[in-house]
């Protein structure tokens, strides 16, 4: 009868093996935040993806403990997790260090799917509108929001997006931020139009093909595009997109701008600055930090320059990092960045301005690009406003840490939307 018994359970630990092959998922509970995982599970093998950090593939060896329990080895971020398999999940625990912390995988990725409570859904209380616009070769297509009783004497925004390539609603880890502002604007009499990156969706090699510059161009015939049906027209951008905001207002193409998280003193320095907080939140040395720092700047004046690349001396654990920065500015739309500075054309702004900033903001510094706004808006009333717990997407944040965005609910606070709306509808005219 024991060998039956024995027998019996190794049939079904055998198939339960079988069944686990795929992917499975589960949300690591944190405490104040949970992190989505993803196991691809082969017949003989494993990989990992952190969704949340945009890790994947990483490499893992999965085993069997002698009592049966799954064991998957994850050394690129020294972590384990054991559970016991049955057919539909495995029960567990992920283990780091000392550390512990229950984990249930399921099949499939239904169990990381995160909470986005601000994300509109229909039916909406006012009209949208699917429209394209040109921009030379290039179309681009977009969505109207228009509240009820939209007339020609409504104001209305275009969204322009952060660094790079973007969907309309500025997608990222499920949060659509532009989605909501726009949702939010469209219910108190404003309306807006967001539109796609020039070929999103393409093969095209985007960050090699074009600049900064395009993006503004195919901004500002958006703006004309709005101007055919509209009076008064404003910018919302966010990070680079705030910077072409200013630009373009310098160029009289606005009548209002709200800068979000806009860079204002250089693409350059605000990396230099963005990589220093980084390395200090590594805990490297202030020589080790100092050493990469200066690096890092005879590297980019060299890429703006045009010159060959020479590389000061930094740390072995640095030098990876630094060689990966290098190539990544090297990129025809990155190196185009290092060519703007928006500060001297501030003088020439005349239209109102609202610059908002977190202060948990790890990618762009409030103090010096609120500073610069300040005291270079000298023509324009302007409004300036750092936001106390709000990182960089304008979520609350304990930490302001770029890998948190994925784990936070919230797309866009509460009080910075408010201070929006406020603020444009105080506009005259």
């Given at each position: 009868?024991?060998?039956?018994?024995?027998?019996?359970?190794?049939?079904v630990f055998a198939l339960s093996v079988q069944a686990q092959e795929g992917k499975w998922s589960g949300l690591l509970d944190l405490g104040d935040r949970k992190l989505p995982l993803v196991f691809n599970f082969t017949a003989d093998g494993c990989t990992v993806e952190l969704p949340a950090q945009g890790q994947k593939n990483l490499l893992a060896k999965k085993s069997y403990t002698e009592d049966g329990k799954l064991r998957v080895s994850?050394?690129?971020?020294?972590?384990?997790?054991?559970?016991?398999?049955?057919?539909?999940?495995?029960?567990?625990?992920?283990?780091?260090?000392?550390?512990?912390?229950?984990?249930?995988?399921?099949?499939?990725?239904?169990?990381?799917?995160?909470?986005?409570?601000?994300?509109?859904?229909?039916?909406?209380?006012?009209?949208?509108?699917?429209?394209?616009?040109?921009?030379?070769?290039?179309?681009?297509?977009?969505?109207?929001?228009?509240?009820?009783?939209?007339?020609?004497?409504?104001?209305?925004?275009?969204?322009?997006?952060?660094?790079?390539?973007?969907?309309?609603?500025?997608?990222?880890?499920?949060?659509?931020?532009?989605?909501?502002?726009?949702?939010?604007?469209?219910?108190?009499?404003?309306?807006?139009?967001?539109?796609?990156?020039?070929?999103?969706?393409?093969?095209?090699?985007?960050?090699?093909?074009?600049?900064?510059?395009?993006?503004?161009?195919?901004?500002?015939?958006?703006?004309?595009?709005?101007?055919?049906?509209?009076?008064?027209?404003?910018?919302?951008?966010?990070?680079?997109?705030?910077?072409?905001?200013?630009?373009?207002?310098?160029?009289?193409?606005?009548?209002?701008?709200?800068?979000?998280?806009?860079?204002?003193?250089?693409?350059?320095?605000?990396?230099?600055?963005?990589?220093?907080?980084?390395?200090?939140?590594?805990?490297?040395?202030?020589?080790?930090?100092?050493?990469?720092?200066?690096?890092?700047?005879?590297?980019?004046?060299?890429?703006?320059?045009?010159?060959?690349?020479?590389?000061?001396?930094?740390?072995?654990?640095?030098?990876?990092?630094?060689?990966?920065?290098?190539?990544?500015?090297?990129?025809?739309?990155?190196?185009?960045?290092?060519?703007?500075?928006?500060?001297?054309?501030?003088?020439?702004?005349?239209?109102?301005?609202?610059?908002?900033?977190?202060?948990?903001?790890?990618?762009?510094?409030?103090?010096?690009?609120?500073?610069?706004?300040?005291?270079?808006?000298?023509?324009?009333?302007?409004?300036?406003?750092?936001?106390?717990?709000?990182?960089?997407?304008?979520?609350?944040?304990?930490?302001?840490?770029?890998?948190?965005?994925?784990?936070?609910?919230?797309?866009?606070?509460?009080?910075?939307?408010?201070?929006?709306?406020?603020?444009?509808?105080?506009?005259?005219?």
């Amino acid at each position: 009868m024991k060998k039956i018994i024995t027998a019996l359970l190794f049939v079904v630990f055998a198939l339960s093996v079988q069944a686990q092959e795929g992917k499975w998922s589960g949300l690591l509970d944190l405490g104040d935040r949970k992190l989505p995982l993803v196991f691809n599970f082969t017949a003989d093998g494993c990989t990992v993806e952190l969704p949340a950090q945009g890790q994947k593939n990483l490499l893992a060896k999965k085993s069997y403990t002698e009592d049966g329990k799954l064991r998957v080895s994850i050394p690129g971020i020294n972590c384990r997790f054991e559970g016991v398999v049955s057919a539909n999940m495995i029960v567990g625990n992920f283990i780091q260090g000392d550390s512990s912390d229950p984990l249930t995988l399921k099949p499939g990725e239904e169990a990381i799917r995160l909470n986005r409570p601000q994300t509109p859904v229909e039916p909406f209380p006012y009209k949208t509108e699917e429209v394209t616009f040109q921009n030379g070769e290039f179309t681009l297509h977009g969505t109207l929001s228009l509240p009820n009783k939209c007339t020609s004497r409504t104001p209305v925004v275009i969204f322009v997006s952060h660094m790079g390539k973007h969907d309309r609603d500025e997608t990222q880890y499920e949060h659509k931020p532009f989605a909501v502002i726009a949702d939010a604007l469209a219910r108190n009499g404003i309306a807006s139009l967001r539109y796609d990156t020039r070929c999103l969706g393409d093969t095209i090699d985007f960050y090699r093909t074009f600049t900064t510059y395009d993006l503004k161009d195919d901004a500002s015939a958006g703006i004309d595009f709005l101007r055919k049906r509209f009076k008064k027209v404003g910018i919302i951008g966010h990070q680079f997109g705030g910077t072409i905001a200013l630009m373009l207002a310098a160029e009289g193409k606005a009548d209002f701008v709200v800068s979000l998280a806009g860079i204002v003193v250089g693409f350059k320095e605000n990396m230099l600055w963005q990589n220093r907080v980084s390395l200090e939140a590594q805990e490297y040395t202030q020589e080790e930090t100092d050493q990469f720092i200066k690096a890092c700047r005879t590297a980019y004046d060299n890429i703006a320059e045009g010159k060959p690349v020479s590389f000061a001396t930094v740390s072995d654990k640095l030098q990876p990092w630094l060689e990966w920065s290098v190539k990544q500015v090297s990129k025809t739309y990155f190196k185009s960045l290092l060519s703007v500075d928006v500060f001297p054309m501030l003088p020439n702004i005349k239209c109102p301005v609202l610059a908002l900033n977190g202060k948990m903001d790890n990618e762009v510094g409030y103090l010096s690009n609120l500073s610069a706004l300040d005291k270079g808006l000298t023509a324009c009333k302007h409004q300036t406003m750092a936001l106390d717990e709000l990182n960089h997407n304008f979520q609350h944040s304990s930490t302001g840490i770029v890998g948190d965005y994925a784990l936070i609910e919230e797309t866009f606070a509460p009080e910075a939307l408010q201070t929006i709306l406020d603020w444009i509808r105080k506009l005259k005219g």
